[in-house]
């Protein structure tokens, strides 16, 4: 079952720039850090079919994240929460938490665009990802934190997937 995706992406909002200029910390070394950017509310259209059947016209709105780096986390992170959310106001949020293996915050990080534009970007101590609900993978056996109350400063934001299983499972990628 191929399916096929035609979809221009126009950006509506600046570029909005994560950590410090950019520069996002995964750690509290400084070595432990991305060069990252995103871009909210970008505008989609275009078509999306199957083999053997017509395209269906879509539009709506994506999330584009850029992120690079030379180095690896920290030894202690075994895992990754993560958000980037087009908000229906036409803000921004984006927050992350780098785990332990006993599920603790090792470091974190959150910026979140209001629909006037103005940037507010979070440290450590302000985020929560406090799990509502987790989902055990049939074909890995790895369980995932799903739906999810994150906290950014006096802000709290409930995230319910329309889908549990979101796993990409990356052939030759070790557990």
Do not use: C
């Amino acid at each position: 079952n191929k399916l096929t995706l035609e979809l221009r992406l126009r950006p509506t909002q600046p570029v909005l720039v994560q950590g410090q200029g950019g520069y996002s910390r995964k750690g509290p070394s400084s070595e432990n850090a991305s060069y990252y950017y995103s871009e909210p509310q970008l505008a989609v259209s275009g078509r999306v079919g199957r083999a053997g059947m017509a395209p269906t016209e879509v539009t709506g709105s994506a999330w584009l994240d850029h992120e690079w780096a030379s180095t690896a986390l920290q030894p202690e992170a075994v895992g990754w929460n993560w958000i980037g959310a087009n908000l229906d106001d036409g803000g921004a949020l984006m927050a992350f938490q780098v785990r332990d293996r006993q599920g603790g915050k090792l470091w974190a990080h959150a910026s979140h665009r209001d629909k006037s534009g103005k940037v507010t970007h979070y440290e450590p101590g302000q985020i929560d990802f406090a799990p509502s609900q987790q989902w055990t993978s049939p074909r890995t056996g790895a369980t995932y934190p799903v739906a999810t109350t994150v906290t950014t400063g006096a802000q709290r934001w409930t995230v319910t997937p329309l889908q549990a299983d979101g796993e990409v499972d990356w052939p030759g990628v070790e557990r």
